[in-house]
Structure formats: C-alpha cells, structure tokens
C-alpha cells in the first residue's frame, strides 16, 4: 500500500471542490426528454434574488439545472447533462 504526501492530499480535496457554473442566459429554452415525455424549462432572472438567474420549470424556480432535473427525475441526476439548450 502507497502512502499518499501531504500534497497528494491536498490536490484531491482541491479537485473535489464544487464547481461553480453559470447558467445560460435568461430568456434561454431548456428541452429535456424522460421516459418518452418531452420537459421544458426556462431560465429566467431569480424572483428570490433579482441579481441571479434560476431555472422555471412549471410553477416554481430552481436555483440549479440540476434541481429541476431532481424534480422530473425524482432521483440525483447532472442537470447539465438532462438539459438541453435551444
């Protein structure tokens, strides 16, 4: 067994770290397809932060792609890979 130094741990935990991505531009169409039923999505300024973008999908604003994927899904699922843009 290889112990790991002090840096090797170091740069993991720094390559573990949450990725922060923007998302699309507002007025931006968000197509998604879930067992045979088509979804979309808008993004649109955040009616809780008027400064940040959210994503509306029916009645109700997500903070992320990913939220409104968990919300179609109902399971954990990368939203940038469930979405597609217009």
Known sequence: MVKK????KEKQRKTRRRIDREL???GTTLRAKFRGQEF???VVRSGADPTKRAIRFG??????MTGAAIAI????VNGWRFWHAD
Request: hydrophobic fraction near 15%; charged fraction near 20%.
């Open 73 to 76: 899904t109902g399971h954990a």
């Open 40 to 42: 979309t999505a808008d």
């Open 24 to 26: 699309p531009p507002i």
């Open 5 to 8: 130094s002090g840096q090797d």
């Open 59 to 64: 009645q109700q604003e997500y903070r992320s």
